[in-house]
């Protein structure tokens, strides 16, 4: 699923027990300017369990993340509950409809896509893209999952890299974090 956020990419990977999410670092400012080519927008999160990925505005995706990692402690770190509290709390609260982020988080079990309308989805085939370039990176990732025997962590990055050669708004500064 890719998002209308200009400005990152981020892809996600699960394959042979092993989940990697990757992200680029360029922030972009309005449509003309690279602000930061090395934003690091992939982080862990719950005593290093959690992993999630954001694109989107940077403060409404640093935002968003907080208040993920909120319903992680309330929820004792589980991902779902946590997601879908999230999703809830997304879709009824007045200033946080107005956040325009998405964001990526896996656990050891799950990855899920947290969208800016309060959904909560499983992705198919264990592969999640979002941002700018999201759509470039799921073709590829799928392309190199179809095709390859590489590791979830080399499938994530080299979707990425693929994305950054296509879309202005993606740069080849990666973050990869496994699980």
């Known amino acids: 699923m890719s998002s209308p956020f200009k400005g990152t990419t981020i892809c996600a990977v699960k394959r042979n027990g092993e989940i990697a999410i990757a992200g680029d670092g360029q922030v972009t400012m309005g449509e003309h300017t690279i602000f930061k080519t090395t934003a690091k927008k992939v982080r862990r999160v719950f ?27 309330k929820t004792g770190g589980n991902l779902e509950k946590a997601a879908v509290a999230l999703a809830q709390s997304w879709r009824g609260d007045q200033a946080m409809r107005q956040l325009e982020s998405m964001m990526i988080a896996a656990n050891k079990e799950k990855l899920l896509i947290l969208s800016g309308t309060g959904e909560v989805i499983d992705p198919d085939e264990g592969i999640a893209a979002i941002g700018s370039g999201g759509n470039y990176a ?3 990732a799928r392309a190199l999952m179809q095709n390859t025997d590489l590791s979830a962590k080399d499938i994530a990055e080299k979707a990425l890299r693929i994305a950054a050669s296509i879309c202005v708004y993606t740069n080849d500064h990666i973050t990869v974090e496994t699980l």
Do not use: K, P
């Open 138 to 140: 799921l073709a590829a």
């Open 47 to 73: 005593n290093n369990e959690v992993v999630v990925g954001f694109a989107g505005s940077v403060a409404d995706a640093f935002a968003l993340c907080e208040r993920f990692e909120e319903q992680l402690q």
